[in-house]
Structures are given as structure tokens and as C-alpha cells.
């Protein structure tokens, strides 16, 4: 009867509640609030053009690929915050505290609605828990926390189908067109979300034994929201192959292989969630070994475990199996068998698991409140401030990695010695820096663990260039060229250096001038633009060859490309190319 009246607790003891649990993220997550933006973030809101062009709007919802990833309720509320405070971090890094904190207070509601025990205790743990940091802290996981929040939303709207009993009419088509609408939102922030109508079946199990919820739920979020999930989830896994680029050796996994990832994966995420600790933002990526034993003792654990706690649930009960089925099935979209571009640094990401983090929290909450209740009502409130404290801890901890993207680097690369995308994108801050020497120390090493990766082979050949090193610099990028002769900036660079290097085995202006119109043709096929800086490039190299009237008509072109930019620096040294003009 408690839970039943704590089901419908007055509106001032929720807004309280909900309140301190938003206190309590605020204070968490407090070092993170003086952060800016960070990988990511450049392309979701700096330089997206999709927030500011006209028609921007439009095209987020109307046309799929517009951006790299179909989630265009993320990107409005992106897009809307772009008019209140412009390119303030501090608006987002609020907006996603405040999400957050939703989350945490409608999930309470959610557990409590339920007949849990312990849910005030599972939404705090949960709003202080340092798996969400990377989704709080970083802004581009907006579509973590929003998505989230709508989810939980949607299970709020069902609980009174939820919770009815079988013999009772239950057919509400208000509150299940309720929750599917907000499914729908959910989906459109963010696909993870999909497994939602099935943890809806499996939470109607639980309770009463069978899975049906009358008409108004197959109308509402059933049928046509199993449908919809689905398709959009496709959308997703299919941008992330063509748009994103999850595609190639890398995710070339064989069936066995894949297993492998999702067994361990579950684990991990088991750990990560039960047993807190200091994270990484990249954790190392798995050797896998379709062929040992101890590796292949993870998946078959993990569906050991849910069969034989099915097999066993008339002796302890469906809650123990309904917690393992719940936190495999929410969290089957990040365990492998689907492709996403971070598979190229690691199997897991502590982003991943944010949406399952709940299920475990939940049922550990619930099964030591029964235990809790016998002990003296002085000792009860510790045993919730004792972890929440430790918790408060190492979020905050976590939370200043993310203040920027060099101490958010530099975490990682001391956590992780092994992710070659860290060390590049650390070297490649120190270079713009100034800070040549160690941003080259970094890129070499970022090198070294990725050879192949075309990226970090031209960062490291414009160290190389800009520490003076001329032969190694056109080495590197001309390996670059090798593994794909369609790169502007490799070829631009390239250019630039052949055209003014010291060194007789790299200087060549003529082939400076064929590779910067090699550069200046991609453009033009490509229906973009050519920028100034390559307009400049080509000059550089017309001149350097002896070529003075192709050199100023070069730097005519790039001029009036300044010019239509508004780019002054530009404009000032096309303007001393061309006589002071």
C-alpha cells in the first residue's frame, strides 16, 4: 500500500524531491559548467551551418542527410539555443544538467509507480553516478540525456496500463497515444531509445505474468512503435555506414567476433554501473580471439545467466531475470552488432551504457531496502549518503576532464597510452598552440599505434613540415596521397611545400603548381567553392616555378574569393601579391 501511495505522492513532495535531485547534479557536475566545446561539439553546434543558414531548420527535419546523423530534435533544441545565447557553452552545458536531473526525477516516479522499493535512492545514485558523465558533461550527447528523458516520460504515461491488473479494464488510448508521442520525440533525439516498446512487454511480464496490455497500448506504442523504432534504428545504422563512415576492415567482424564484443561488452557495463570508478573517455579496444576460451566465456556467461534465471523463476522469482533481460535488451544497440564508427577506437564508451544504467541501480536499491528496513532509523540515511558521497566524488573528478578538449585529452592518453585518436587530436591542439615539439612527440606516437590512418599521417607530416623536417614532411604526405589521391589538404600542403622548401630533394615548384591544381580541380568538381588559402597555395607556386602572370591570376581569383568570404587577413596578403592593389 506504500508504494501504491507513494504511486500518487502530492505534487509538493515531488517537486521537492525533484528539486535536490537537481541540486545534487548541479553540484556534481559543477566543474564541468566552466567547460567549453570539445571534439565533437565543433561539428554538432560551432561550425554546424545547418543552425544558422536560413532554412536550416527545414532541412535538420525534411532532409536525412543533411548532417551525419538523422537526430533532428537534438539538433533543434541546438538550433534554438543558437538564437537565446549564441555560441555560449555555458546554455548547453546547463540545458544538459537540466535533462539530466529530469531524468533522474522522473525515474523515480517511474520506480516508485512500479512498487519499488528504494526509488528515491536508485534516481539519486543514479543522478550522481560518474557513468553519466560523458553524456552530461559533453554537449554533443545531448541526444543522450534528451532522449532520455523523453524515454522515461513515455513510461510514466503508461504506468497506469503498466500496473493494472489483468482481470481489470485497462484500455486508456489518451495515455498510450501519450506515450508513443513521446516515444516518438525519444526516437528522434536519439534511436537508442528503440528497445523501449519491448522493455514496456517485459516490465507488464514481470508484474503480472503475461506480456498484453489491451488495445490502447498495441495501438499506440505497440505495433506501430515496434514498426517506427525499427525503421528509424535502420536510418541510424545505415548513416553510420555511408555518412559517418563505419565502414571498412575495422568493422569487418565475423559473426563469432561480434558475439565476443557483445558478451564482454555486458559485462564491462555491469562493472562500470555495480562498481564505480575512475573512467576513461576512450577505453582500449579489445583484442578479439574468436579461438580462446576466456574470451569466449563471456557471451556464453551472459546468456547463461537470463536462461537460467528464466528456468528459475518460479523459485526466486521473475524480478531477477526481468533485471537481466532489461539491462541486455536496452542495452543491445551498443553491443556490437550493429556498426558505429567509435568501434575504430573501442567496443565500449561510457555513453553506451547510459540509458542501462538505471535497470542495475534499480534492482540493487530495491533488493537492499528489504534488508535496510530492519536496521535502526538513525543508520537507514547512510547507507544512501555513504555511496551517493563517493559517487559525488568521482563525477566531479571525471567532470573537470571536460573542461577542454586538451585536459579532456590528456586524461585520456594517461588513462589510455594506447588511443591513437587521443594523441592525434592532442597533438594537433599543441601544433596550432605553437607548441611544435610536443605536439610532434604526440602525433609520432598517435602514428605508431594507427600507421594506416590517413589522418594522423597528414597531422604528423605538417609537424614534420613545421619543425623543419622537409624530407619526412613530404614523405608522410605522400603516403597520404597514396592511400587516397583525392585529399585537397594533402595536396594543398604538399604543394606549399615543394614550392618553398630549402631542401633540393623537395623542392620542385612545377610539381607544387600540378598538385595545387589538382586541389583547385576537386573543389570545382565537387561544386564547392575554391578557398583563398588554396588560391594562395597555387600563387605560391606559379610564382616559385616563374610563372608571374598565371601567379596573379591566381591571386586575382583568390582575392575576389576573400573578398566574397570577408575574410581581411586574406584580402591583405592577395593584396600584396598583387602590387598593393
Known amino acids: 500500500m506504500r508504494a501504491q501511495a507513494d504511486r500518487w505522492a502530492p505534487l509538493g513532495q515531488v517537486l521537492a524531491g525533484g528539486l535536490l535531485l537537481s541540486l545534487a547534479c548541479l553540484l556534481a557536475y559543477q566543474p564541468a559548467l566552466r567547460g567549453g566545446y570539445i571534439w565533437d ?196 545504422a545505415w548513416m553510420e555506414r555511408v555518412e559517418v563512415g563505419a565502414a571498412g576492415q575495422e568493422w569487418a567482424l565475423s559473426a563469432a567476433e561480434r558475439l565476443l564484443v557483445a558478451g564482454r561488452a555486458a559485462w564491462f557495463y555491469a562493472g562500470q554501473v555495480l562498481v564505480p570508478r575512475p573512467s576513461c573517455f576512450i577505453h582500449p579496444r579489445w583484442t578479439l580471439e574468436p579461438s580462446s576460451l576466456a574470451q569466449g566465456a563471456a557471451p556464453v556467461a551472459a546468456l547463461g545467466l537470463l536462461l537460467g534465471l528464466f528456468l528459475a523463476r518460479r523459485r526466486l522469482g521473475r524480478g531477477p531475470v526481468t533485471v537481466v533481460a532489461l539491462f541486455l535488451g536496452i542495452l543491445s544497440p551498443a553491443l556490437g552488432f550493429v556498426d558505429v564508427y567509435a568501434f575504430r577506437f573501442s567496443f565500449v564508451a561510457d555513453h553506451w551504457a547510459y540509458h542501462a544504467t538505471p535497470v542495475l541501480l534499480a534492482a540493487a536499491c530495491h533488493a537492499l531496502a528489504g534488508p535496510a528496513a530492519r536496521l535502526p532509523r538513525f543508520v537507514r540515511p547512510a547507507l544512501v549518503a555513504l555511496p551517493a558521497l563517493a559517487l559525488l566524488g568521482l563525477t566531479r573528478a571525471q567532470a573537470a576532464h571536460y573542461v577542454d578538449a586538451e585536459t579532456l585529452f590528456r586524461a585520456t592518453t594517461a588513462c589510455n597510452p594506447g588511443a591513437f585518436m587521443a594523441h592525434a587530436n592532442l597533438g594537433v591542439l599543441l601544433l596550432d598552440r605553437g607548441q611544435v615539439a610536443e605536439g610532434l612527440d604526440h602525433l609520432s606516437t598517435a602514428h605508431a599505434l594507427a600507421p594506416g590512418d590517413r589522418d594522423v599521417t597528414l597531422d604528423l607530416g605538417v609537424a614534420l613540415d613545421l619543425s623543419g623536417q622537409d624530407a619526412a614532411a613530404a614523405a608522410h604526405y605522400q603516403a597520404a596521397l597514396a592511400r587516397d589521391p583525392a585529399q585537397g589538404p594533402v595536396l594543398a600542403a604538399l604543394s606549399d611545400l615543394r614550392a618553398r622548401s630549402r631542401d633540393p630533394a623537395v623542392r620542385d615548384p612545377l610539381a607544387a603548381v600540378d598538385l595545387a591544381e589538382q586541389a583547385v580541380a576537386l573543389h570545382r568538381a565537387g561544386g564547392e567553392a575554391v578557398p583563398p588559402a588554396l588560391w594562395a597555395t597555387l600563387a605560391q607556386a606559379q610564382a616559385a616555378s616563374g610563372r608571374r602572370e598565371a601567379a596573379l591570376a591566381a591571386a586575382r581569383e583568390g582575392l575576389a574569393a576573400a573578398q566574397a568570404e570577408g575574410d581581411g587577413r586574406m584580402v591583405a596578403v592577395f593584396e600584396g601579391m598583387l602590387g598593393g592593389r
Request: charged share 10%; hydrophobic share 55%; net charge positive.
Open 41 to 236: 561539439d565543433q561539428d554538432w553546434i560551432v561550425q554546424n551551418p545547418l543552425l544558422v543558414e536560413p532554412g536550416g531548420l527545414a532541412r535538420t527535419w525534411l532532409e536525412p542527410r543533411a548532417f551525419h546523423q538523422y537526430y533532428p530534435l537534438t539538433l533543434t533544441s541546438f538550433w534554438l539555443e543558437q538564437r537565446l545565447w549564441g555560441q555560449a557553452p555555458l546554455g548547453h552545458h546547463l540545458v544538459n544538467v537540466g535533462l539530466h536531473a529530469l531524468s533522474a526525477t522522473l525515474l523515480w516516479r517511474v520506480l516508485a509507480g512500479l512498487g519499488l522499493r528504494g526509488a528515491y535512492a536508485a534516481a539519486l545514485l543514479f543522478a550522481l553516478h560518474p557513468v553519466g558523465v560523458e553524456s552530461v558533461a559533453w554537449i554533443t550527447e545531448r541526444k543522450n540525456v534528451l532522449s532520455l528523458a523523453l524515454a522515461l516520460g513515455s513510461l510514466w504515461a503508461l504506468l497506469p496500463l503498466l500496473v493494472a491488473a489483468p482481470a481489470r479494464p485497462r484500455d486508456r488510448p489518451g495515455r498510450a497515444l501519450l506515450a508513443a508521442g513521446l516515444f516518438l520525440l525519444a526516437l528522434l533525439a536519439k534511436t537508442a531509445v528503440a528497445p523501449l516498446p519491448a522493455v514496456v512487454l517485459v516490465l507488464r511480464a514481470w508484474r503480472h505474468g503475461r506480456a498484453g496490455l489491451g488495445r490502447g497500448w498495441t495501438l499506440g506504442l505497440g505495433l506501430p512503435g515496434l514498426g517506427l523504432a525499427g525503421a528509424l534504428a535502420g536510418v541510424t
